[in-house]
Structure formats: C-alpha cells, structure tokens
C-alpha cells in the first residue's frame, strides 16, 4: 500500500460467501501495483456510505505471496452499520478507499520452528493470512491451528484448511472446537484440559490468537496459568459491536519516554470536569486508569483510533502507529495511549 496515512482507491473484483454469514471481498488496485504487506496485517477502509464517510478497519485474510490482489473476509454483524453495507451493496466494480498495511501482528515479526494459532469468529482472518503464507512459502514450521466456532456451520475456510493439512508444507494440524455438535471432545467452549489435547506441547509453541475480548481473556488466563513464557504470546482483537467492526492489535499501554525528567502534569477532562496527574512519560491513557477512570480505547499501540480525542489545551509527544491521519492531528486530534504530556492539558473528555 501507500503507507499508514495516505489512501488509495482498491477497486471490488469478486465476492465469494464463506459461511450463511461470511464474505471474502476481493480488491484490485485501482492503478495496478502489487500489494505488500506482512501476513497478518490490516488496512484502514474509507466507504461512502449514503453520502457519509465511514472508516473501519479489516485484517487482510489473502498473504503477501498473492500480491495481485487484497482480500479481507466480512462476518454480518446484526446492526452493524458497515457489515451490512458490505453484504448488500458491495460488490464487483465498487471503489473503495484503503490506508496501510497497517500492525504488527504477524508471524513475520515472530519467526518460529511451531506455532500454535488459536481463534474465534471473525479473528480467523489474521491467522488464515498467516496460515496461507506459510503454506505458499513451503515452510518446515509446525501449525496447529485451532478455530473455535458456535457450529460447525459457521466454520469458516474448512475445506481450504483441510487442503493445505493433507498437502504441506508447512505440517498443519487443524482441529475445531464448537459450542454446539461437532467431536465431543472437542464440544463447548476452550478449556485447559482441551488445550492440552489439541496442543499437548503448546509451550514449546509461539502462540498467535485472535477473536472476541472475552475469547482472548479466557486464552490468555489459561496460558499464564500453565507458566506459558508471555513474551512468545501474540494476539490482535477482532471487535464486531454495534456496527464499529474493527480490527486491532490488543496490548497494554506503554508508556513512552519523553524529556522531562520526574515532572507531573495535570490533564484535566473538560465534559466530564474532572482532572488527573501524569507523569513525564506516562501515556494519558494509562494515567487516566491509574487514577480509576475509563476511556475509550482497544490496542493501546496507537494503531486503531479507538481513544482518538481532541486537545483542547497543551501539548503532548505522540508516538503513533498510523492510529490517526495527518488531517485529524491538523484538527487538534491525538491517540490518549501514545500521547505523553509535555505541559498541563485539557482534553475533550
């Protein structure tokens, strides 16, 4: 693509349904030009939608070793503004407009002689990129890929999966865990004991996960209750609500350091007229819950726009991952979990 803050125009070539309510949407550039991006990653898309603008962000499910083309695959979110959008109306010869690649969730980052890619719903998409990158690469790495599902009518990529299992390389163990029919012992939801069958030496393993906030809790809590080395765990969240489908990278805040030594600021929350401190190198966001107060906010990374908020006082040092785009920083905008105060602040919250 162009880079994180400058768009283009990606013209649909074909839809393909993947489940009752999946689809593969399928873009070409406009001016041809391969795409590159690492497997894993997503773009920002811009669609016009009855006269308004409106961006989302979706994982790129095609791997950078199909370059022609960028595909990312849609689950119908009921209610969701641009899911629906997509289901309905989008279709072969719409235009469209695209920022990016754009994350660092990728196996690319992360090398490794196995993995273990575990995912739910609509977070398949990262780890299918990855998965068909490995596989058009021939690489020796060990896969298990695990995809937990309501049914297994809405296990996405079957078939594909099972192709690339009985072909290798790389070696893919694919197993699916469903709430509702499929193997019994792979019936109902994650748990330790079942994470033990599918993976019996998942600890050995770099793991990637992908899916809805509690899915990725209940992940996380389960391997750091087995002294799972977290700094070989990897994930990204996938968040399909009310219509804000989104696709980010989920880690905590960190904090950057900037000049100023062990100054304290104040950041005062103008709708709300309460303030707090923060420390030199302290992201206001992290400040914020440090003092029990919530703000919206996903990656934490400065990627997905979450916490994008106006500075309506001050000045901050904002170290962002294409979170935001030059005409909204113009516009006084920053990203609360990359921006550090260089001064006392007032924000609009």
């Given at each position: 693509m162009t880079g994180p803050g400058e768009a283009e125009e990606l013209v649909c070539t074909h839809v393909e349904r993947v489940t009752h309510d999946m689809k593969t949407f399928v873009f070409e550039r406009a001016v041809p030009r391969p795409f590159r991006h690492d497997p894993g990653q997503h773009l920002a898309f811009t669609f016009d939608i009855d006269g308004e603008e409106v961006e989302r962000r979706y994982t790129l499910a095609s791997p950078p070793?199909?370059?022609?083309?960028?595909?990312?695959?849609?689950?119908?979110?009921?209610?969701?503004?641009?899911?629906?959008?997509?289901?309905?109306?989008?279709?072969?010869g719409t235009a469209v407009r695209a920022r990016g690649p754009l994350g660092a969730f990728s196996t690319a980052r992360h090398p490794a002689p196995a993995?273990?890619?575990l995912s739910g719903g609509s977070g398949v998409t990262p780890l299918m990129s990855m998965t068909r990158a490995l596989h058009d690469l021939g690489s020796p790495a060990d896969v298990v890929?695990?995809?937990?599902?309501?049914?297994?009518?809405?296990?996405?990529?079957?078939?594909?999966?099972?192709?690339?299992?009985?072909s290798g390389p790389p070696r893919v163990r694919v197993v699916h865990v469903c709430e509702d029919g499929g193997p019994p012992e792979f019936r109902g939801r994650l748990?330790?004991?079942?994470?033990?069958?599918?993976?019996?030496?998942?600890?050995?393993?770099?793991?990637?996960?992908?899916?809805?906030?509690?899915?990725?809790?209940a992940v996380r809590e389960m391997l750091a209750a087995a002294c799972f080395p977290m700094d070989r765990y990897h994930q990204e969240s996938f968040e399909s609500a009310g219509g804000t489908e989104s696709a980010e990278r989920a880690a905590p805040p960190v904090p950057v350091p900037v000049p100023g030594g062990g100054a304290t600021y104040t950041v005062a929350l103008s709708r709300t007229g309460t303030s707090v401190e923060c420390a030199a190198g302290t992201s206001v966001l992290e400040?914020?819950?440090?003092?029990?107060?919530?703000?919206?906010?996903?990656?934490?990374?400065?990627?997905c726009g979450s916490c994008a908020t106006t500075l309506e006082k001050g000045s901050v040092d904002m170290r962002h991952n294409g979170g935001i785009r030059p005409r909204d920083i113009a516009r006084d905008r920053i990203l609360l979990c990359c921006s550090t105060p260089l001064e006392d602040l007032v924000i609009d919250a």
């Open positions: 070793t199909r370059p022609r083309t960028a595909a990312i695959t849609v689950k119908r979110v009921p209610g969701g503004r641009v899911s629906n959008w997509l289901h309905t109306r989008l279709a072969p993995y273990l890619f890929f695990a995809h937990s599902a309501r049914t297994p009518d809405d296990v996405p990529f079957r078939r594909e999966l099972e192709r690339i299992a009985a748990t330790p004991g079942m994470l033990r069958r599918i993976a019996p030496d998942f600890g050995a393993r770099e793991v990637f996960t992908c899916g809805p906030p509690g899915y990725m809790r400040a914020a819950a440090r003092a029990g107060i919530t703000l919206p906010s996903s990656c934490g990374q400065g990627m």
